[in-house]
């Protein structure tokens, strides 16, 4: 035996003889009660352990040999006995039952514990005894016993418990190893001990229901207050004065909770204490009573009071009332309810009359329940009387000894006062209407009001109006005044004999208006006149009455309003024209402020500017009753005038104030289309090509582009403005203004020429050099003299210019120098040196004329930044000076100037300006025999030689100088006065004179950029015409290019000095090449001398390098052999190394790594030597055991 579980068999081995085969092993059989449990076959082996078997239980053993055919016999049986264990299951039949005994008031109990035995199987041994736990119903131990077994009869008690408590029984057995087996938690036994009685009374609450019951509410016990079972309750009232029990009630529990632990008891005695008890009883006893006081309720008292006195107070509408003392009553006495109700007579109510007819009438009474509501709502005047429901109700006052606030009981007003009379036994009724009747009532009070008295009836003294006036109206009587007018009110409504009136009024929409007043001495008139008031203001108006009690109830307020007045302010006026260009249409804001019923607007318009040029006319006025239209057109005005317009309101009063004045202008012209009659004058005016299109000229494009900048687009056109041409065909320019306006009415006619200004009938847009004269030309040797002046000339006028952009140059040099560093390699010289002075300004120089040689460059950012900008400028300015240089020079064919009025014949163009010029001048010189209508006839009348001169204007000329140049003529500079060029307008047009004027002026640089253009057009033309069949041509290309003739003085003296300089130049330079050559002969022998051993050294150098890399690559290549056979000794050692530690461990390392063991390798060759050791152990055992077989055999 090993344990309670398990048994070690041991046996002998077989004889090598017996086993007739190779033994395998052992095949063991258990028996348990005769009853096979198991096989088991083991190793080759002399022991075994045999486990999970029964605690204190017999087993029997037998033991076979087995070999490789079958099984031996049996061995004899071995029988062995487990050890004991603990139980495994817990006792049968356990029961737990509270003791039946007296139950002692020290809350103590005891609780009795029978069980069964444990079932035989989960005994596990010898039971010894038991153990028995005890826990509350929170699971703890309460207590702990052992009970010993002796016998059968398996009981024990816990005592002293706590009463009516839950109680957890555990039971085990326990044998001599230990304590057995338990039942869970869940499984414990439960058990509750006897109760006691309740600990506690019920809290309650007893309150009155009437003079007769009371009402009584209680709450449950809690279970630790019942201590047991809930039974029920008991309830005793007992009379407080005597002690006596009058009334017993016991409830059952299940009846007093389906009634909410409430009970009512009837048949008492009104306003009586008594005392409620109540108690909680269960199976035990009754527990102990609650105990609180109650008191029914009172009762109405059935006792008429006495009244000593009814009396008005004086100079108040309060009555005084006396009471004795009150007598016993079924409650406590609370005071007196007074019951005060207003007897009226139909002709109280009658309104409008006065004071006095008010006061001759007597009063007589009326029933106290009369139902005066006709006489009430009756209408009188045309309007209806106010509600006045106080009338037909009755006024309950009461008066006690608390003192409390007034209240609404159903309705009726109950009055509770908190002063007094003379004595304490004096009530001082208030709030009631004055110089009124009242029927007086008075009643003892309890909780309850009593019987009241028959009653009397008492006047009171005056008191203030309750409605002061009806029909309150008002009439407007001006700008500043209204009368007010009412209807007297009635006497039950004024309460009292009216004084005088006060009439009230503020100004309505603001509260914070102060309010004024006025008042009717009078109380007989119902009418008085209101003054200083604002005008046309809406005032809140309410009358009060006054009796000598004072100031009555306010009317309910009116509206009334002031008479109307003028405007105050005037609207905010815009206007514009769209709708003709000699129209304004004016609009209008609403007024703010009109001060009375608008009835229309006036307006008025007056013309202050017309043309630019201010005009004085007359103010026009125009009514316009309509109030809603807010606009009006203004027509039949001047075409480009400026109005200065201004609107006013006008109420029934009078016309208010003018707005704000506004300038509003027409529209320049009458329409949007502006026809231009022109006749062709080039370079003025003229066409080309298709004679459908618009002319062209010097003057065209301005004229055109300033009448329409002056004219301005109007919004009362529909299109935009729009310049129309016609061409006017005359033969004699003088006619042409009578030929216009017999077609129609013309808007501009140009060109016009005008000497000096001409009113309004003449815009100057162009002022012309004047005339001048075209020359038939000189002879050939004039010309080259000419020509060698011209040339002088003009270098001599080119001089300055030149000079200015030398010292340009010379500054921009500077400048740059100044930029450039002062150290360094690229050091400069100093600024103030000549040498730094001249590289400047030959960097300069170089750069703006775009040579660039390359020799002077920036170094700096500054001076690269700066160079960027210069040679801009330099391009600029380089093209300026030789520009004006080629200018001077080729001009000189086109211009020359005559001093005087030449002598000879001279034609012009009839009817032109230098026609008319001739005749006031050279009278007997011009020709009037022979009549030319334009400039072309003019210029082929010369160019037949019959006439010397032809008077022309200056731009016409420069326009005609191609062919006039070809034409072999010659073109002089003007004579006499600048003439002005313009456009002559007609009508409404005359007024845009000072616009146009002064449009033109801005815009006169565009008219010389023309002429400009024209001229350098005109000369690119003659330079660029080559062709040497015509003479002319010839001639005019020699003019213009050839600026010395060959065969000149001039022309030949130069060449000569040109040839001698170059030949200078040319022996000196050829010297000094010579020498520079020799000197570079003797550098550069030296420079190859040197350059032939430094490519032998380098040679030899690059010859011991290549050495150097072959033997460093054989070395390497020798140290690689010596690694790899290194690395293949390496290899086989180590292969061998593993082969033997193989053998050794049983590890082959073909497969497994050193570092993949999982144990040192200082391990594994211990494990294999203990293999090795327990090997040869089994072998000498298996030799011994055959040898003691042999031996017992």
Not at 477 to 491: Q, R
Request: net charge neutral; charged share 20%; with cysteine.
């Amino acid at each position: 035996m090993v344990d309670h579980q398990c048994v070690k068999l041991q046996w002998t081995s077989i004889n090598e003889n017996d086993l007739k085969g190779y033994l395998i092993g052992y095949k063991i059989t258990t028996l348990r009660n005769g009853t096979l449990i198991g096989t088991r076959d083991v190793n080759i082996t002399n022991n075994e352990t045999i486990c999970n078997l029964l605690s204190y239980t017999v087993y029997h053993f037998t033991v076979q040999v087995t070999n490789e055919d079958h099984s031996g016999p049996a061995s004899l049986e071995s029988s062995s006995m487990t050890d004991q264990s603990t139980p495994t299951a817990p006792p049968l039949d356990v029961q737990a039952v509270a003791n039946n005994l007296t139950i002692d008031h020290l809350g103590i109990a005891n609780i009795t514990i029978k069980w069964g035995d444990v079932p035989t199987l989960d005994r596990q041994g010898i039971i010894l005894g038991y153990k028995i736990f005890c826990y509350d119903q929170n699971k703890a131990l309460v207590d702990e016993k052992t009970f010993n077994e002796t016998g059968v009869n398996h009981v024990i008690m816990f005592e002293n418990l706590v009463y009516f408590s839950d109680y957890w029984i555990d039971i085990l057995a326990f044998t001599g190893p230990g304590d057995g087996f338990s039942y869970p938690q869940i499984n414990w036994t439960s058990v509750r001990t006897e109760g006691n009685l309740p600990k506690a009374f019920p809290i309650s609450n007893a309150y009155n229901t009437s003079a007769t019951s009371l009402m009584v509410e209680w709450e449950d016990l809690s279970a630790v207050d019942w201590s047991g079972s809930s039974e029920g309750f008991t309830i005793w009232v007992i009379k407080n004065e005597t002690n006596k029990t009058v009334k017993t009630k016991s409830l059952s529990f299940s009846f007093a909770r389906s009634n909410n632990f409430t009970h009512e008891f009837t048949g008492l005695e009104y306003f009586t204490i008594y005392k409620i008890q109540i108690a909680g009883y269960n199976r035990v006893e009754k527990g102990p009573r609650s105990s609180l006081f109650c008191r029914t309720e009172e009762a109405a008292p059935e006792v008429v009071p006495e009244v000593t006195q009814i009396e008005p107070s004086l100079n108040t509408t309060n009555l005084i009332i006396s009471f004795p003392a009150p007598p016993a009553l079924p409650g406590i006495f609370r005071g007196y309810t007074v019951y005060v109700s207003p007897v009226y007579k139909p002709e109280d109510f009658l309104i409008g009359h006065k004071v006095s007819e008010l006061k001759s009438r007597k009063r007589r009474a009326l029933n106290q329940n009369q139902n005066t509501t006709n006489n009430i709502n009756s209408t009188n005047g045309g309007f209806s009387l106010p509600n006045t429901t106080f009338l037909n109700s009755t006024t309950c006052c009461t008066w006690n000894r608390s003192l409390t606030d007034n209240i609404w009981i159903d309705g009726i007003k109950v009055y509770t006062y908190n002063r007094y009379g003379p004595s304490e036994n004096e009530l001082v009724v208030d709030g009631l209407n004055g110089n009124t009747e009242y029927h007086v009532n008075v009643s003892l009070n309890t909780k309850f009001v009593g019987v009241h008295t028959p009653g009397v009836i008492v006047k009171t003294d005056d008191g203030v109006p309750l409605y002061s006036a009806f029909d309150v109206k008002c009439q407007v009587n001006g700008p500043y005044s209204f009368d007010v007018n009412w209807i007297h009110s009635s006497l039950a409504y004024t309460r009292g004999t009216r004084t005088h009136y006060r009439i009230y009024y503020q100004i309505k929409g603001n509260q914070s208006n102060p309010i004024s007043y006025e008042v009717q001495e009078d109380p007989d008139k119902n009418y008085l006149f209101i003054t200083r008031l604002e005008f046309f203001t809406s005032y809140l108006v309410w009358i009060t009455a006054w009796t000598k009690a004072g100031e009555g109830n306010r009317t309910q307020a009116i509206t009334c309003k002031s008479g109307e007045y003028f405007p105050a302010t005037g609207p905010i006026v815009t206007a514009d024209n769209y709708q003709s260009p000699s129209s304004i249409n004016v609009t209008w804001s609403t007024i703010d402020q009109w001060n009375g019923i608008p009835a229309g607007y006036f307006i008025y318009y007056r013309l202050i500017s017309l043309a630019g040029n201010d005009v004085i006319r007359e103010e026009v006025e125009i009514f316009s009753p309509k109030v809603d239209q807010r606009w009006i057109v203004l027509e039949g005005l001047e075409v480009y005038g400026m109005y200065k317009v201004q609107v006013a309101g006008k109420t029934g009063y009078g016309i208010g104030r003018k707005s704000d004045a506004i300038r509003v202008a027409t529209c320049r012209i009458p329409g949007p289309i502006i026809e231009i009659n022109y006749y062709e004058l080039p370079p003025y005016v003229y066409t080309t090509g298709n004679s459908q299109t618009d002319p062209d000229g010097l003057i065209t494009g301005v004229a055109s582009q300033s009448i329409v900048q002056c004219a301005l687009t109007c919004t009362s056109f529909n299109e935009s403005i729009k310049v129309v041409y016609k061409k006017v065909r005359v033969a004699n320019l003088s006619a042409i203004d009578t030929r216009l306006q017999l077609q129609g009415s013309p808007s501009f006619l140009f060109p016009r020429f005008e000497k000096g200004g001409s009113g309004n009938q003449f815009f100057e847009l162009i002022q012309s050099p004047g005339p001048l004269f075209i020359e038939v030309p000189p002879t050939t040797i004039e010309l080259e003299e000419e020509r060698e002046r011209h040339l002088i000339d003009s270098i001599f006028n080119t001089l300055p210019l030149i000079l200015l952009y030398a010292l340009i140059n010379a500054i921009f040099g500077c400048i740059f120098f100044f930029l450039e560093p002062t150290d360094g390699e690229d050091k400069r010289f100093p600024l103030y040196s000549l040498h730094g002075l001249f590289e400047g300004f030959y960097f300069a120089f170089i750069t703006s004329t775009t040579v660039g040689y390359g020799d002077k460059v920036p170094n700096t950012f500054l001076g690269r930044v700066f160079i960027v900008i210069w040679t801009l400028l330099g391009i600029i300015l380089t093209s300026y000076v030789v520009g004006n240089l080629t200018s001077n020079l080729s001009s000189y064919v086109i211009k020359s100037k005559i001093t005087k009025v030449p002598e000879g014949k001279v034609i012009a163009v009839q009817s032109s300006y230098e026609y008319k010029w001739a005749e006031r001048n050279m009278m007997g010189s011009l020709i009037k025999d022979h009549i030319y209508h334009s400039h072309d006839e003019l210029v082929s009348e010369l160019q037949k030689g019959d006439f010397r001169y032809g008077i022309i204007d200056a731009y016409i000329a420069e326009y005609y100088s191609v062919p006039i140049i070809r034409n072999g003529l010659k073109i002089r500079s003007p004579i006499g006065k600048n003439e002005k060029i313009g456009i002559k307008p007609y009508g409404e047009y005359i007024k845009l004179k000072s616009c146009i004027s002064q449009t033109t002026l801005d815009q006169i640089e565009f008219v010389q950029k023309a002429v400009n253009d024209m001229k350098d057009r005109n000369l690119q033309t003659l330079a660029n015409d080559k062709d040497s069949d015509q003479k002319s041509t010839s001639k005019l290309e020699d003019d213009v290019i050839s600026m010395i003739s060959p065969n000149s003085k001039m022309f030949i003296f130069v060449m000569k000095m040109l040839g001698a300089c170059f030949g200078v130049f040319f022996i000196a330079g050829c010297i000094y090449t010579l020498c520079r050559s020799r000197m570079r002969n003797k550098e550069n022998m030296k420079v190859h001398t040197d350059s032939e051993m430094l490519l032998q050294k380098q040679a030899s150098l690059r010859q011991e390098w290549r050495q150097l890399i072959d033997q460093w690559k054989h070395n390497i290549h020798h140290f690689e052999n010596f690694i790899q056979s290194i690395d293949l000794k390496h290899a086989r050692e180590m292969r061998k190394y593993t082969t033997d530690i193989s053998k050794i461990i049983g590890v082959n390392f073909r497969y497994v790594k050193l570092s993949e063991l999982p144990v040192p390798m200082s391990l594994v060759m211990e494990f294999k030597e203990v293999e090795k050791q327990k090997t040869k152990l089994n072998r000498l055992k298996t030799r011994m055991s055959r040898n003691e077989k042999t031996s017992s055999f």
